[in-house]
């Protein structure tokens, strides 16, 4: 294309060093120059992310004319004699995650002059943001488990600068702590699988990792005693650890409902659209390790469909507008990850990208809703609201559509691809998996809908005062809402058949002929068409058509059903409102447990017995020897002359018996 | 190889200032003192950096090599030179001065004159560690280079100074005796010299070696500190002053650990294989108990101590597991210790002039206060964290990697150190940093002044640099781990 046509007389390595570069300089102009640019900030960070999705098209146009790249930046260190680089490596999986990453990131960005407009901290969120963009792309560009590592590392950084971004709030702090702590346990397991990749493959670079691990086939490692686990497995679940904890899989999952504590435009792009599917994407680019270990996807399969039904179903007894998003964000990912198990990668990066453009739309047009409603983000409270916003409430409807898999909006396409896929998939506990999964779909429905009709539709319910200010939001909010609205009706139906069902990521995956069940439901059901016609007679379309019946039936016609409900099943709501007690157990077992160890030690280990025993109590001891033995200073000299004869009689005796 | 001298120079340089700094007084406000100390600092980091730009980083040879007799009639040189393992202390320890002394400029009240001097002398002391190869001429700067550091404690200190000094005093002091010990059997066992290259060469019965090295590790136990001698180091940082408190976290510590490389390691190997599990389970004990200890800390320097003594423990966990990878990546560790733990304390030290108060009870907020400080101890903090992108990293990246292909679980349980780490620097940020203002006193904080500012921007750059190129940080000590990994895996065990 002609706009592009300048980029081809550049060498390749500059267009993709600038793809993370432009975002990074945007990230410390608005840092370092924020307090003279105040609320002209955002320039820098938009116009880096702006150049930087126009160069990841650039990318995606290339990669689509059959150009990859895999090369190295610099060298960063030399271990012993391993060199380890920064390096990219560019192919059609990079090249859709770049498109996606920075187009959510550029409407974010435009969203946010509304959203922060008048906020002390306005230079420095637009900093952090495009500081995540920067940490995101070369997460997704790297070449190699340093860099993957890196910038899987920032993003949590920026994540958690961001959950505390007004970092008066103690329960923002507590959240941001807590967020980055879960993140660390996740990361642990993820630092000892690379320690484990490179123990084994000797290198850190995807390539030569991938090409030794053909050769770990077999292998074994024994790290209980008497238990003898295969090479691959291990370091597939310990990558996996790592996963589990930026895509929140239960039981890691405790940090994100709490990160809505951050302002309502990270939660739409770092903590539902992006970051969170770090793992989804790293499980992917690690297909070739994953495909050797049927024990490791038969793992994630079951994680991930526990973590979309279970994290669903709290969904429903949520208030909060913010929180519902976050445990239907929770919910998808496990939709992703269980995919992930049943190899079907392209099925999840497909969903991911679906997920993207409508969970971010849903965030900004939450987002929205908070503004107008003055920063009232409890449901209960709301109503009625379709009258006052009618484009935020279009593009919601639209969002939540799509997240409720209704054709043909783009969530349809590709939650049912991964149903579908599961559902065909011969590993163990796919038939429980297929189960929760389906249910699944209607409990998404539901949840959505419930929100949809409490927000937007019945009686007004919030106070005079707030009904008075109602207004839908000014243009740089809405038109994000409207640019993100096109992809979330249209994306699925056009990348289905290339990067669902087609062979667009085939360079970037590896799978086993006989888990191939993408490739068996591509042989029958070639094309959006088709495979729309097909959803329309199968389980999750009809569950969720119910799902969206009995929320029209609970929240439009007869409001007194909840209540009675939550009466009837109140053992099961008093489960779902404490969260299966999750935070509880971290609370008492690991929060007290840590604190209580530590001041154990403290007292008893470094204090009675380290410095009361041994230090204090030697120094008593030699205190009261001095005092004996002080009867042998008589200062008389020849006392004196005598001890040191004597001594240095015993010295030669030993010399001339011992050593003579 | 030019040598004609930088190493001297870069020990007496300092010191001879040192005493010229003290027989200036206090005259003119000190502003004398303060000129001519910043001077004397900035002349010695001069000095050295053609240390840098002249090594050679293709031999594990001794190099800048100084050699005359001193006390003929037994043997004992003065004997300098450097290798890739001693380069980077030498010029952390006179970079780390300069910063000592522009952050003391306007907050020692009494006796300036005396207090840089005891920094300046020092740090010539501290270089002549870091080079001396002869035993008796390392055991006495080893040994002298306390003594500014007890009067710093002891003069300029807390209000417990007396007992952490003492109890400095006992616990160093008893350790380095031990290992004057061992130096003398090496001597009568060796026959006529105190070089250390000499020691590295004699052969040693299993039994001896065992003996040496229980005494070797005494006295760099206590200096790095290993648990359980490690008490006297949270009681010295708390009384010491801010520069005390610098010098001891960054440059001390990284003296025993230096004594591993330079003497435990390639005198005795053989024990040091027959021992590895010792060190290995110590060092995990560091990083665990330590960690876990550090997170109940009310005071902010005794958190930051106690998380020395656990970042210490990568390092001696590194050099025994005996991976190339491991023992690079502990150097690295050291390196950036000196550089985070300078700044974690500097920062501490910031906040104790304006609020004269530790305890982390008394703040909250002050991020509201001092954005620019926040900022920089934000990455500081990181840099605790291990944050990639920050020096911290680096060293214990390599370290749990090195120690994985020789022990798994070792390097899982050090891998803990990632969440605990955070969990104690983190919530040490919060608690003080984050939230509202809690009282009119945070409320009149001044943000950082210019010194202030070059002083924690310079640790800043260095610790994003090691962070994001650690490279040539690396290269320059290659040859010298491979040379020293050599020497450990030769038995000398005579047959």
Known sequence: ?660 | MYSFGILSAAIWVPIVGGFLVLSLGDRAGGNLARWASLLVSVATFAITLPLLTGFDTQTAAMQFVERIPWIPSFHIEYFLGIDGISLWFILLTSFLTVLVVISSWRNVSSRLSQYLAAFLIMDGLMIGVFCALDAILFYVFWEAMLIPMFLIIGVWGGPRRVYATIKFFLYTFLGSVLMLVAFLYLYFHCGDSFSLLAFQRIPLGASAQIWIFLAFLIAFAVKIPMWPVHTWLPDAHVEAPTGGSVILAAVMLKMGAYGFLRLSLPITPDASHQLAWLMITLSLIAIVYIALIAVVQKDMKKLIAYSSIAHMGYVTLGFFVFTQTAVEGAIIQMLSHGFVSAAMFLCVGVLYDRMHTREIEAYGGVANVMPIFASLMMLFAMGNVGLPGTSGFVGEFMVVLGTYQAYPWPAIIAATGLITGAAYTLWLFKRVLFGGIVHAQVAALNDLNGREILVLGSLAGLVLLLGVWPAPFLDVVHVSVAHLLQQVSVSKIPS
């Open chain 1, 1 to 660: 294309m002609e706009i592009f046509a300048w980029l081809h007389s550049l060498p390749p390595i500059w267009v993709y060093l600038l793809i993370p570069l432009a975002p990074l300089a945007g990230a410390l102009v608005a840092g370092f120059g924020g307090w003279a640019l105040r609320e002209r900030a955002h320039w820098a960070p938009i116009l880096g992310v702006a150049f930087a999705l126009y160069l990841s098209i650039f990318v995606l146009l290339e990669v689509l004319h059959g150009v990859s790249f895999y090369g190295n930046v610099y060298t960063w260190a030399v271990f012993g004699n391993l060199p380890v680089h920064i390096g990219f490596d560019i192919d059609s999986l990079t090249a859709v995650m770049l498109v996606v990453v920075t187009f959510v990131s550029l409407c974010v960005h435009i969203y946010t002059i509304g959203y922060m407009h008048g906020d002390p901290g306005y230079a420095r969120f637009f900093s952090y943001i495009a500081l995540f963009t920067f940490s995101m792309l070369m997460l997704v560009m790297a070449n190699n488990f340093l860099q993957l590592f890196f910038g899987w590392e920032a993003v949590g950084l920026v994540s958690y600068l961001l959950i505390g971004f007004w970092f008066t709030r103690e329960s923002a702090n507590q959240a941001a702590l807590k967020a980055f702590l879960v993140n660390r346990v996740g990361d642990f397991g993820f630092l000892i699988g690379i320690a484990a990749i490179y123990h084994y493959c000797g290198s850190l670079d995807y390539r030569t990792v991938f090409a030794a691990v053909p050769g770990l086939v077999g292998q074994t490692v024994t790290i209980l005693p008497g238990h003898r686990w295969s090479v691959l497995t291990w370091i597939a679940l310990l990558l996996f650890i790592g996963a589990m904890g930026k895509s929140a899989q239960v039981p890691l999952h405790v940090w994100l409902p709490e990160s809505m504590e951050g302002p309502t435009p990270i939660s739409a792009l770092i903590h539902a659209a992006t970051m969170v599917t770090a793992g989804i994407f790293m499980v992917s680019r690690m297909s070739p390790i994953y495909e050797q270990s049927a024990t490791a996807l038969s793992v994630v399969l079951i994680i991930g469909a526990i973590t979309a039904l279970f994290m669903g179903l709290i969904g429903l007894v949520q208030n909060d507008i913010k929180r519902i998003i976050a445990y239907s964000t929770l919910s998808q990912l496990g939709y992703m990850t269980a995919a992930l198990g049943a190899s079907a990668f392209s099925a999840a990066i497909f969903h991911l990208m679906t997920h993207a453009f409508f969970k971010a739309l849903l965030f900004l047009a939450a987002g929205s809703v908070i503004h107008a409603m003055e920063n009232e983000q409890d449901i209960r409270k709301m109503g009625g609201l379709r009258r006052h916003m009618p484009i935020t409430y279009l593009t919601f409807l639209v969002g939540a559509l799509a997240l409720s898999g209704i054709p043909p909006f783009a969530g349809f396409f590709s939650k049912d691809l991964i149903i579908e896929a599961v559902g065909d998939s011969s590993m163990v506990g796919a038939h429980f998996a297929y189960l929760l999964l389906v249910v699944g779909a209607l409990v998404t429905a539901l949840y959505t809908f419930r929100m949809f009709f409490l927000v937007f539709h019945g009686k007004q319910r919030m106070d005079e005062h707030t009904r008075a200010h109602l207004h839908e939001s000014p243009g740089v909010i809405t038109l994000p809402l409207i640019v993100l609205a096109i992809p979330s009706l249209l994306a699925g139906w056009f990348f289905i058949a290339p990067v669902g069902l087609g062979d667009f990521l085939d360079s970037s995956l590896q799978i086993r002929a006989q888990w191939n069940t993408v490739a068996e439901i591509a042989s029958h059901w070639q094309g959006a068409g088709v495979f729309l016609l097909h959803g329309l007679q199968a389980w999750p379309f009809w569950l969720a058509i119910l799902g969206i019946a009995l929320a029209v039936w609970f929240y439009l016609l007869h409001d007194g059903v909840p209540a009675g409900l939550s009466t009837l099943l109140a053992p099961a709501t008093w489960v779902l409102r404490k969260k299966y007690g999750f935070d509880a157990f971290n609370q008492w077992v690991f929060v007290r447990g840590a604190l209580l160890f530590g001041r154990r030690f403290w007292h008893w280990g470094d204090e009675s017995l380290i410095d009361g025993a041994m230090v204090n109590g030697s120094a008593r001891m030699v205190a009261r020897a001095a005092l004996s033995w002080r009867r042998l200073q008589t200062g008389y000299i020849y006392h004196y002359a005598f001890v040191m004869i004597i001594g240095l009689v015993l010295f030669m005796t030993y010399f001339m018996i011992w050593r003579g």
